[in-house]
């Protein structure tokens, strides 16, 4: 006679299961990839948001400035007037610079959120953590319209660090803290 362990495992080896239907995923892959609605949304997050059409005359408002650029950003945003920092720097450079300055890999105008990953004129992690100011360029064609499309341009084995506003979190009383954890102003110029 068997135990009813026995017994129970024998039903379970017997059972047939249907195969599991496939899971349509719906998902919305084009959505609206317009720059107001980018700027709006970013701008939700308080982050200041510029529409300008060249990059080179918004940041002569940084003279005077110390300001870490990665290595590959274009020339012409290296203008005069700025001290500009360069990698390799330390922990502790990094965070007595006033501020840092970055491209993006993708921007998705239904969340208002920039995408970094590491490519080309954003540099590693660490120059978007510890500057208290970061000052991100996004180009118009760089403006994904949801998640599903954004993530599509994206390589996914790249270090991919989402910015949706500046570094905040919130207590347990729910009261709102910036900058704990990285920048406590971010800046987004949207070139057009």
Known sequence: MASAREEILARIKAARVPPAAPVVRGYNRQGPSS???????????????????GVPEFLTSLRGKRIVAPADVPAEWLVDGVTWLHEPL?????????????????????????????????????????????????????IAGSVPEALARLEPTRPLTFISGPSATSDIELNRVEGVHGPRTLEVLIVT
Request: charged share 25%; aromatic share 4%; proline share 1%.
């Open 35 to 53: 720059v107001e609605l980018f700027a709006e949304r970013v701008a939700d997050y308080r982050a200041i948001v510029h529409t300008v059409s």
């Open 90 to 142: 330390s922990i502790e450079e990094l965070d007595q610079a006033d501020g840092v300055l970055t491209g993006c890999a993708v921007a998705i105008a239904d969340t208002g959120t920039i995408v970094l990953d590491g490519g080309e004129a954003q540099g590693r992690r660490a120059l978007t953590l510890l500057p208290d100011y970061h000052l991100c360029v996004v180009r118009a064609d760089q």
